[in-house]
């Protein structure tokens, strides 16, 4: 059986996703993943703290260890690039996340190279094999702690809520091309056709969460805690975030946010990207 090593990469959604990604390429090939997750500036928190644990055939994910650190880690200059001594030394290949974009747009045969090499490793935060929807669900269950939160934020939902994701903070793209004055063209009408409408607000910016209730009042249900992806704390609120998301009956979404595509996928509901052609 030919083995992936694997590492995914980036903030939560896109761990997520390509984490979908690999097992169904390890699912396609027959092929044992072993998925080694690393904390960073990105995603400051071990799984085991965020969601149970995935329990399928030849699949495993561990929080990485003091020497996987220094051994299976993506090779860069805040470790030297040590760890890439030891992968050539390991692995008949590897693929790295800066080289995903270009091969996706080549149509590059993952399959093919898979099975042509024995134990390969590869880091990404893309979405580089299609995967099944429902997938999100069976593999990322967040802790009991978690889903009473998630409960406890969604029990004072009507059957008209929506949901809004702004991002903000490091995103550029997203805060040109997703202003808040067209979230707000959005809002308005959805409350014009439904005037009990509520919106569950989930954003990384205080600013933005200030001038929502600003405008909307009651109507906005959001977390009471200051966005903080450095601890533990921060990344499970960003979780229930992204599940409570996934409760309402659509989502308008922030450009270039696979949180907002993840939340979307997890609750099968309709996603609208808001964006300006102008911006």
Not at 45 to 54: M, Q, T
Not at 94 to 118: G, P, V
Not at 190 to 217: H, N
Request: proline residues 4%; charged residues 20%; contains cysteine.
């Amino acid at each position: 059986m030919n083995q992936i090593t694997f590492v995914p990469v980036g903030g939560l959604a896109n761990r997520m996703r390509s984490i979908a990604s690999v097992i169904t390429l390890a699912q396609q090939t027959k092929s044992y993943v072993n998925i080694i997750w690393f904390q960073d500036w990105a995603l400051h928190a071990p799984f085991h703290k965020l969601f149970e644990p995935i329990n399928q055939p030849h699949i495993t994910l561990k929080d990485a260890s003091f020497l996987q650190y220094l051994s299976t880690d993506r090779p860069r200059i805040k470790n030297l690039y040590l760890p890439r001594f030891y992968q050539i030394l390991t692995f008949n290949d590897a693929i790295y996340e800066r080289s995903f974009y270009q091969l996706i747009q080549q149509e590059f045969n993952f399959k093919k190279w898979i099975e042509q090499n024995k134990h390969v490793y590869m880091a990404s935060y893309s979405t580089f094999i299609p995967y099944r929807q429902a997938m999100l669900k069976e593999l990322f269950v967040p802790t009991n702690n978690i889903q009473q939160k998630i409960k406890h934020r969604c029990k004072n939902f009507n059957e008209s809520v929506i949901g809004v994701h702004i991002r903000r903070t490091d995103n550029i793209a997203s805060i040109q091309k997703s202003p808040l004055n067209l979230f707000y063209n959005k809002i308005d009408i959805e409350i014009d056709k439904q005037t009990k409408t509520q919106i569950y607000l989930a954003t990384d910016s205080e600013e933005v969460k200030y001038s929502m209730k600003k405008r909307y009042g009651n109507r906005i249900i959001s977390s009471d805690n200051v966005a903080d992806r450095s601890t533990v704390n921060g990344i499970i609120d960003g979780i229930t975030d992204m599940y409570t998301l996934a409760c309402t009956t659509k989502i308008y979404g922030s450009f270039q946010s696979s949180f907002s595509e993840i939340a979307s996928q997890i609750g099968n509901i309709p996603l609208e990207i808001i964006q300006s052609d102008l911006a």
